[in-house]
């Protein structure tokens, strides 16, 4: 069954959602941006789906509201010039990268061999915009060659960085061909080849993470939204700035174990007799919850209550200092705390609180999503009490709530525990 974009299950309310004309009304003629009146409106009700782009590259940090419309071109323009420069740079080392093919089996061995395998690339058949293997790839008589040949006439790579990188190239290949497949908008391979190309450079420029399984999930709706490749990747490497602590792995840990051993602290405090029933089915580790916080809920709300979830949690959490603390970092540890307190009014309501309860936690703020996680274990309490008798039954619960979650009340539900955890984490 193929899907439509914006078949909106969740129901736009006339009035509470951000429109375009009340987008527009929200900008000076310079350009400035009243980022207040805006968050609010997208905390009750989400964002025009016309819109939600544009929108998106604010709450992820991308642009600075205290910035006029000209600065914010200047910046765009830049950011797309350093786009095209990291993407010729992997397009040298593998010429695959840009040509609109993608790749679904290995490159390169561990040693920095090249495999030389026909079947390999990619190839777009243009009267039926599926994908097909190359003919006679080995003696390079293919339709648009030149990626083809140089890719399979590969020398040896010594240098491990290289090496690794070419490592993951097939794996964000096999996750492209699985990325919101029932989507219309993949039927076309140029979408295709553009998601596989934002997460082939952005696995170079993030050494410490790479690539990792889900982050296809994330980065999907920045190419549906915005038309300019380059942009759509500023989006995604803004939103991996967020959630990249959750991918870094070690020999003996996942990052998102720490936001797991939170989500454990968080219903042990709102749900004590919960938590004791899963710690008895020996899911004490939460990793049950593994994907929702590793993917932000895609899997549990269909496609477009996930992008309307997030954009409420964005808006929820937002800080107007983003944009000043992911540009110039060192400026803003230097500036601290008397910043923020000019500009709490134009923070979203989880934020808020946030700041109000700093003092109190030393480790920083928790994500909402940690938050989101706990109210829908907590929502689903009584079911998970009564019939869950091991962590199969836990899984199997969880995964009969998917596309019946609603966004608007799971985000109400997260802001409600985060005040009763912070409440309840004051007592002695």
């Not at 805006?38 to 590259?57: A, F, K």
């Amino acid at each position: 069954q193929r899907v439509k974009l914006f078949s909106f299950h969740v129901s736009l309310q006339a009035g509470k959602t951000l429109s375009v004309r009340k987008w527009q009304a929200a900008f000076t003629s310079e350009g400035y941006l009243d980022i207040g009146k805006t968050l609010s409106r997208i905390q009750h009700g989400g964002i025009h789906p016309s819109i939600r782009g544009e929108v998106w590259e604010f709450l992820l940090g991308c642009y600075d509201p205290k910035s006029t419309f000209e600065e914010r071109e200047q910046i765009r323009q830049r950011r797309r010039v350093q786009y095209a420069r990291y993407k010729e740079e992997c397009r040298q080392m593998f010429p695959v990268v840009g040509s609109g093919r993608f790749i679904t089996a290995p490159v390169v061995t561990e040693e920095g061999q090249p495999i030389h395998d026909p079947l390999v690339l990619l190839e777009t058949n243009p009267e039926k915009g599926v994908l097909i293997p190359p003919q006679d790839s080995v003696n390079g008589n293919t339709m648009a060659s030149s990626s083809t040949n140089a890719a399979n006439n590969m020398e040896p790579v010594k240098d491990k960085k290289i090496i690794q990188w070419m490592l993951t190239l097939h794996q964000i290949g096999l996750d492209v061909v699985r990325t919101d497949r029932t989507l219309v908008f993949y039927e076309d391979q140029g979408h295709l080849s553009k998601l596989w190309d934002i997460l082939a450079v952005y696995a170079w420029i993030d050494t410490d993470v790479g690539y990792c399984q889900g982050m296809s999930d994330l980065c999907s709706p920045m190419i549906i939204l915005l038309d300019d490749e380059a942009d759509a990747f500023w989006c995604f490497e803004r939103l991996m700035r967020r959630l990249r602590g959750n991918f870094r792995c070690t020999d003996s840990s996942v990052g998102v174990e720490a936001q797991l051993s939170n989500l454990a602290a968080i219903t042990q405090v709102v749900d004590p007799k919960l938590h004791q029933h899963l710690e008895t089915l020996g899911g004490g580790d939460y990793l049950f919850a593994f994907r929702m916080l590793m993917v932000l809920f895609r899997r549990e709300f269909s496609f477009c209550d996930s992008l309307y979830l997030w954009e409420m949690m964005w808006a929820l959490e937002y800080d107007p200092d983003l944009f000043s603390m992911y540009e110039e970092p060192d400026a803003e540890k230097a500036d601290g705390a008397k910043g923020k307190a000019k500009s709490i009014r134009q923070c979203g309501k989880y934020e808020r609180e946030n700041m109000r309860n700093a003092a109190k936690n030393a480790e920083g703020p928790l994500p909402i999503s940690v938050f989101l996680v706990a109210s829908v274990l907590k929502d689903k309490s009584t079911k998970l009490l009564q019939e869950a008798r091991g962590l199969d039954d836990v899984v199997k619960i969880l995964n009969d709530m998917t596309g019946n979650l609603d966004a608007k009340k799971a985000c109400s539900g997260a802001m409600k525990l985060h005040k009763k955890y912070l409440k309840k984490a004051k007592k002695p």
